[in-house]
């Protein structure tokens, strides 16, 4: 799988992430004398999001098990990807090994953070 797709992927993900803390947010945000109706939109919505951010997550492990990156201590394709906000409201990303917990340094894009990663590549 070429890295162009495993970066859509990731993208992808990271939305699906987004979008299903917000809407867990709004969902904890409702006030108790909420009407049923708006606790089961909120509830229904919050559903379909963790459903999409499951759907998206497994389709990135798929896509990274079929891609040519590798953890450069144990050679295992399992990995992930982290990102965070900085204070200057910058995303950085880091691909980390899901067997030996290997993380990679911080870049300012995914596909950055990929090639950083399989720099120091042995194999
Ligand atoms: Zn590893």
């Not at 947010?25 to 999409?52: D, I, M």
């Not at 891609?67 to 990102?83: E, K, R, V």
């Not at 290997?102 to 950083?116: C, F, M």
Request: charged residues 20%; proline residues 2%.
């Amino acid at each position: 799988m070429p890295a162009s797709q495993i970066i859509s992927l990731l993208r992808e993900y990271h939305q699906a992430v987004v979008g299903s803390s917000k809407a867990a947010q709004r969902r904890s945000e409702l006030s108790p004398g909420s009407s049923r109706a708006r606790v089961t939109t909120a509830n229904a919505q919050w559903g379909r999001a963790a459903e999409g951010r499951d759907i998206a997550a497994d389709r990135l492990f798929d896509g990274l098990q079929a891609s040519q990156y590798h953890c450069p201590d144990c050679g295992s394709q399992d990995l992930t990807c982290g990102t965070r906000k900085l204070s200057d409201k910058r995303n950085v990303w880091w691909i980390s090994c899901s067997v030996c917990h290997t993380e990679g340094s911080d870049a300012a894009s995914i596909s950055a953070a990929l090639r950083e990663y399989n720099s120091g590549s042995t194999s």
